[in-house]
Every structure is written in C-alpha cells, then in structure tokens.
C-alpha cells in the first residue's frame, strides 16, 4: 500500500442527502486547492467553517451506536505510571551508572526515551479532552503525571490552546495551531530550512503560543511549579547528566522522531479540499491511535482505545478520505519534496467560519 492513500477505490461513497444546506455532505471536503510553495504566497484558503461537526452529525444520523463508544480508558492511568517510571529510571542509570556511554545513551534516547516523549504528548492530549479519568480534576492530575518526565511544563497549556485548536480550526488569529505568517513566507518549499523548521518544532509550538498573549492560567502556573520541582529532584538524585538525558528526549520526540510526524500528518495539507488527515499505521500500536485525527477531531469524547472502532462501524466516512500509511513518509515527502511546507495548511475568517456554521441550523442532532 502506498504511504499516502488519496481514496479508496472498494468503499462507495456514502450517499448524499437533499435536504442537507452544505454542499460538501457528507464526507465534507472543500473546494480550495492546496496551497503550494513558490506557487503560492499564502496558506489556502476556505469560505466555510471547518468539517467536523457537520460530518459528526452526518455519521451519527446513520449509526447512531458510535455514542457507545463515548466515555474514558482506565488502562491510560496504568500506562502513564509504568512509562513515567522507566523514563525515571532510565534517567537514573544514565546519571549515575553509565556515564560514560555516550553513544549508547544518544541511540536509547531517539529510540525508546523519544518514542516515550511522545507517549506522554499522547496521555496529556487524552487527559485534555479528559479521556483518561472521570472527572476534569482526575484528568489534569494524569496530565501532570505524564509531564514529569519532560522537563519543560506544557501539559495546562497545551490543555488551553489545543481545545481552542478544535473549536476554531483554521480559524486566522484564533486557531494556535496554525504556523505563524513568517513561518510560511521564510521556510516555503526548501528542503533545507524545513529540516531546521522540523528539528526547531519545541521551539516554535512555545512560541506561537506566547504569540497568543494570554495571561497564565493558575493550572499553568501549578505545572510550572510542578515541573520546577521534579526537574530539581532528578537533578539531586540522577545529576546534571540525568536531567540532560530527559531534555534530550523531549527535543528529539518533538522534531525528527518518526511519530512527532502527526504533527505534520494531522493538517498539512497533502490533498485539495482535505484539511485532516489520519495515519493508519502500525505505530498506532504503541502510540494510543493518535494517528486516527480524522476520527478524533469527529468524535472527542471517544477515548484512545475505541478511535479503530469509528472507522469499522462507518468506514465509508474514512476510508473515502485521504489518509496516511507511514510517519517516516510523511516527514520524508514533506521535507524534500517543494511543493510542501509550512504554507501547506487551509485558514478561514471569523466571518466565513460563522456563515458556515448557520448552515447547521435545519441539521438534527445539532450541537
């Protein structure tokens, strides 16, 4: 199968319906072309509001059942300690034990202490739309746990400016997302200062969001303090060595790490009139299905666990939908090949996305 999958040739597509005022029921794709380095000068851009709502409504008006599917895993809590404790260890015998195993350490980092870094992305994105506990509490003390082992303080924050991701996605100026307008016009197609764009990824997700001016939440204030602490911690028991350890693993899962890829794979845009993508490889396995984004952004209340399901249950919502086979690919493709870059995203106007919404009116089951 080919790492990047445009439609499905054995699904038929779902049928659409009369009576529904959007144009782009049921799958909801747009008529904009993708925006193209040295072709284009901006991102593309849609005079609609963003898919997901409406082609939620769509599924469930034909298989309701997926509601089943809505609630939290209890398996996540389990996951979190055990994968915290043996970054905390690796930490430990890298600190103290095998100080001189430089090359050894480097290697364990990109391999297991990257791939971990990721995990934890995936536990604190799970915690924010709290599916990983009961309660909102419960979820931001999973969060925090899952942020002990990256030495920088993102879990609160990230909570903020990711649920302002889904409600206004695509959205100019409100969506944190998107890459700023410097990040387009500099970087555009060359291959080059992608790379740099991609191993600088940390860097600039702290930035677009300082970018949004907002005051600290009293949560973000407790992560800071949190994460101060830890830091210190580790650095008396596991050394300077042990600390460095634990920020190298955050730089490296965040920027060349095969699945710091669904950064790119979730809405870069690789398709005409598609702005989500999922990937449905196997290192969903270890990675809790993040690379179902398709599903996700349809469905937030399903936990990580249940995203499979969405698709078995209507695959003709899907598997009609361009969708990616390899994270190695995508950063592959999207770094040395032009006509990719961080332009390769669709934006929207207040204005467009509202006039998109009051198309929802004469819909059922409207939320």
Known sequence: MSPFTSVSENIPLPSKEDDNPD?????????????????????????????????????????????????????????????????????????????????????????????????????????????????????????????????????????????????????????????????????????????????????????????????PSNWEIVNWIFNITVNYLVYNFCGLRGLSYLLLCLWLGYSLHPAAAHFIQEHYTFDDGQETYSYYGILNLFFMNIGYHNEHHDFQKVPWSKLPQIRKIAPEFYDNLAYHTSWFMVHWNFIFQKQYGPQSRVGRTVEDHKKGRKLMKNLKNEE
């Not at 609609?48 to 398996?75: A, V």
């Not at 195993?101 to 799970?126: D, K």
């Not at 609160?156 to 100026?173: A, C, D, K, N």
């Open 23 to 215: 144009h782009r029921n049921p799958l909801y794709l747009g008529d904009w072309k993708k925006s193209i380095p040295y072709v284009d000068e901006d991102i593309a851009i849609d005079d609609l509001d963003e898919p997901h709502l409406k082609r939620k409504i769509s599924i469930l008006k034909k298989y309701p059942e997926i509601e089943n599917l809505y609630g939290y895993d209890k398996s996540t809590i389990i996951i979190v300690v055990l994968s915290s404790a043996v970054q905390f260890i690796a930490a430990y015998v890298f600190g103290r034990i095998l100080t001189d195993w430089n090359l050894f350490m480097l290697m364990y980092c990109f391999f297991v202490g990257a791939s971990f870094t990721q995990l934890y992305g995936v536990i604190i994105h799970e915690a924010t739309h709290c599916l990983a506990a009961p309660t909102l509490f419960q979820n931001r003390i999973i969060a925090l746990v899952a942020n002990a082992a990256l030495p920088f303080p993102i879990a609160m924050s990230f909570r903020r400016y990711h649920l302002e991701h889904h409600t206004f996605q695509g959205v100019l100026g409100l969506d944190p997302d998107l890459p700023l307008e410097w990040e387009s016009k500099l970087i555009r197609g060359n291959s080059f200062l992608k790379f740099i764009w991609v191993m600088i990824f940390p860097v600039l997700y702290v930035i677009r969001g300082a970018v949004m001016g907002k005051e």
